[in-house]
């Protein structure tokens, strides 16, 4: 059974799975799709060509899939928002649409969303990601699996944040942060592995004390970078966590946000 309100407003077209609630106030467009049992609170916004999975819960002014900001935009252009299932979006929320044509901006499965937070044009958030109250995300942006982004924070757009990172409250983030690493400040830089992080998704004392390691090889003992992740390769061969630091160093496009030399200090217990 589907439970729309009176006073919503849903489209002949839109594709509303089982058991969804749309309370009060609600528009739902075409070429929209609703998975299973997710609940439109109120006054939320579906605009065409979203996607929603299944068993989301979406808090009232809530917009999803409105169309970019960018001023590249042009009017009319077919462009995609696809959010997993299970996903909690907030109070004020918004997730804008892509801006190329046929582009697409993407949420992983398990996501957060809380209160006057933004997702850019053609970001791509992987699963289990919680974005904090009122951070913002520019255009562009990845987000690694099991990333937390804190309150009032902003990523400059095309940064990537890796897997099971953490950017602090109130940081601007105008480079590329490594997986397993938190970064703060203004802007922001890497000080420490994201430990309760790591230890919250599920990974083993050990794989936390080699990424540790692996750290302080790459930005605490004064190397170069390329000679870091030569030694970094061949201490860890076959740790898919430190490839993954390595393949965030190869392939950053807009540089990386390296630690400052007062981070030495508190990572001194981590030889």
Same mark, same amino acid.
């Given at each position: ?9 849903? +489209? ?6 089982? +058991? ?20 439109l609170r109120s006054h939320v916004v ?74 850019? +044009? ?21 987000v690694g699996d099991h990333a937390n982004?804190?309150g009032l924070s902003a990523i400059h ?115």
């Open positions: 059974m589907i439970e729309i309100d009176k006073l919503a407003v849903v +489209h002949k077209d839109a594709v509303i799975g089982e +058991h969804c609630k749309i309370g009060p106030f609600c528009t739902v467009a075409a070429n929209t799709k609703i998975g299973a049992n997710t609940t579906v605009e065409p060509y979203t996607t929603l999975g299944e068993h989301c819960d979406v808090f009232p002014f809530v917009t999803l899939g409105m169309q970019s900001q960018d001023q590249k935009y042009i009017p009319d252009t077919v462009t995609y928002t696809v959010i997993g299932s299970r996903s909690v979006i907030r109070e004020f929320a918004s997730v804008h649409s892509g801006t190329e044509e046929y582009s697409t901006t993407s949420l992983g499965e398990d996501c957060a969303l809380l209160a006057h937070s933004h997702i850019g +044009h053609n970001c791509t958030l992987g699963n289990n990601v919680t974005i904090s109250h009122g951070a913002v995300l520019a255009g562009h942006v990845i982004i804190g757009q095309f940064c990537h944040v890796g897997k099971a990172a953490m950017i602090a409250g109130m940081a601007r983030a105008i480079q590329d942060v490594l997986p397993f690493t938190i970064a703060e400040g203004f802007p922001a830089r890497m000080r420490v592995i994201n430990k309760v992080g790591m230890e919250r998704a599920g990974y083993s004392n050990n794989e936390i004390s080699d990424v540790r390691k692996a750290f302080r090889i790459l930005f605490m003992r004064e190397k170069r970078l390329e000679d870091a992740v030569n030694e970094v390769k061949e201490t860890f061969p076959e740790s898919e966590n430190i490839q993954l630091m390595i393949d965030g160093i190869t392939s950053s496009q807009r540089g990386l946000a390296r630690p400052e030399s007062a981070t030495f200090e508190i990572n001194v217990a981590d030889d």
